[in-house]
């Protein structure tokens, strides 16, 4: 079922809009609405640009946005895990608040609902031309594993208030290996038709598991061998695709090039964008202009290639002449991990560089390397180049403070946990938000002021079984950790505050009666 967009004044943008040929039509810029851009990296981590102190890689594109904008030193993405990071992004409800927002699969029916009030939705009220790129991992369709891939979607992106859209069904190491453009399968070929499944093999068609010769490509460390699509194993099974299948190395230009495009056909209207790429995330396998550039290996030439992509959107901007009014917003879904399923040496290359920053754990864990991440903003008409903030700051607070940047109205019942903090977003003033909760793999939940961290108790393995450098946080007893003192939590301090346990404790049980 499409969403309706009821239009307000109907004769004054009759008036005001001229008419084209192909039905589209043509709104003048309006100087007072910038253009906005979300880049939205994956598994990015803290300490993995140069602007926040990474060590051997070089990310000069990113550390200018940096210097041209705020640089937030304490910001945080809502989960440490992607689906339930890019839900309460685009949605501004916490994931953890709705069943079936864990990590997708490929075949994931729709887990933002049309009838949802969405991120896309705000900049479209605003007369805004909307579109989303890259990495989705939020469902398509609208049942898991009914989806026919070989002809239009029932329910897609369209459905969600973006006007166009490019993107991978989930990730690069989960089936289908095709990219989505405006809910049908690109450059499709009915000469090999496709099936997928996350339930069985289709006879016939090799698996990473049983022809390991086949992974000429990438070799998987932990699982990733089911499907095998150019010379990488897979999540999932899949038959078919042909000339719609993707190439891993050409993944980072595809992607920006339409983006590009669609930048350059849309210079004169107020646009919103969704750029969120796969680079950093597994298989690591950037183009060969990035490849062995970086003594990190693959991990390291991947943060390259995510690199590059933001200058190639940096440099359309300014010869469009639209840098000075376009607001960009940088960071990453959760933390980084290292070996994350494929044997690529992230690991033993990593030569004294930190992920994380000065955190303690990575991806899918409840300690802050899970959900601390890079955020920069950048817009040159209305912030001020060079600042670096220490404001406690959630993603979950974009889609409110997006709302009063294009004075639009989000309707009552949605985006439940989202506050408008738009000038602490633009470092017009460093207000902390009061707390902000967390989300890990396992669905322990920790409560984040300025100065103090409190996780749940919780069971459950304290490494994360396939990726073995990640803590993941889990303690059968409540964890206090005092962050002005304490930043990478190695001092539980629980049982000397009981009082400060009780008042998070009693946050948490506030929150989960909303």
């Not at 068609?205 to 150019?230: C, F, R, W």
């Not at 707390?435 to 984040?448: C, E, K």
Request: aromatic content about 10%; glycine content about 8%; proline content about 6%.
């Amino acid at each position: 079922m499409k969403k309706i967009y009821p239009t307000l004044s109907l004769m004054a943008p009759l008036l005001a809009w001229s008419g084209k040929a192909d039905g589209k039509v043509n709104k003048p810029q309006d100087e007072k609405k910038p253009n906005v851009i979300i880049i939205y990296a994956d598994d990015l981590g803290y300490g993995d640009l140069g602007c926040y102190g990474a060590k051997n890689v070089v990310t000069p594109h990113i550390d200018k946005l940096a210097q041209n904008g705020v640089q937030f030193m304490n910001g945080h993405a809502t989960a440490a895990t992607s689906t339930p990071s890019r839900y309460s992004l685009l949605t501004g409800e916490y994931a953890w608040r709705k069943p079936g927002t864990d990590i997708a699969a490929g075949d994931a029916g729709m887990i933002i609902r049309p009838e949802q009030f969405t991120m896309a939705d705000v900049f479209k009220s605003a007369n805004y031309t909307t579109a989303a790129f890259g990495k989705w991992h939020l469902g398509l369709g609208d049942k898991s594993g009914e989806q026919d891939w070989n002809a239009p979607l029932a329910a897609h992106l369209g459905d969600l208030g973006f006007d166009y859209s490019y993107i991978m069904a989930a990730t690069a190491d989960r089936v289908p290996c095709v990219f989505i453009e405006n809910g049908k399968v690109a450059n499709y070929d009915p000469e090999h038709p496709i099936e997928t499944s996350y339930e069985k093999p289709f006879p016939g068609e090799p698996l990473g598991s049983t022809h390991p010769e086949l992974l000429y490509n990438q070799k998987s460390s932990y699982g990733h061998d089911m499907a095998i699509v150019n010379g990488i194993g897979r999540i999932g099974y899949m038959k078919g695709g042909g000339k719609a299948l993707w190439k891993d190395e050409n993944l980072a230009d595809s992607i920006t090039t339409h983006a590009i495009n669609f930048i350059k056909e849309n210079k004169d209207n107020p646009f919103f964008i969704y750029f969120a790429t796969n680079d950093v995330h597994v298989p690591r396998f950037p183009h060969d202009r990035f490849r062995g550039k970086n003594k990190m290996g693959v991990r390291g030439d991947a943060i390259a290639q995510f690199d590059w992509s933001v200058g190639e959107i940096l440099k359309t901007l300014k010869e469009l002449n639209l840098e000075e009014n376009t607001l960009i917003i940088l960071s990453s879904d959760n933390g980084p991990v290292i070996d994350d399923g494929y044997d690529d040496q992230a690991e033993e290359l990593l030569h004294g560089h930190k992920p994380a920053g000065p955190f303690r754990g990575m991806k899918y864990s409840a300690f802050e390397g899970g959900t601390a991440v890079p955020v920069i903003v950048s817009w040159p008409k209305e912030i001020k180049k060079g600042k670096k903030s220490e404001a406690l700051l959630s993603q979950i607070d974009l889609m409110a403070s997006f709302a009063t940047l294009v004075d639009t109205k989000i309707p009552r019942g949605f985006a439940p946990d989202s506050e408008n903090r738009l000038d602490t977003w633009l470092g017009h003033n460093e207000i902390d938000r009061p707390y902000i909760i967390q989300q890990s793999a396992n669905h322990t939940l920790s409560v984040r002021t300025k100065e103090w961290k409190y996780i749940e108790p919780n069971e459950g393995p304290k490494i994360v079984p396939w990726a073995p450098q990640a803590e993941t946080g889990n303690l059968l007893e409540p964890q206090l950790y005092n962050m002005a003192d304490d930043n990478s939590e190695q001092v539980n301090v629980a049982t000397q505050h009981p009082e400060k346990v009780f008042e998070l404790q009693n946050i948490l049980r506030v929150e989960r009666k909303k």
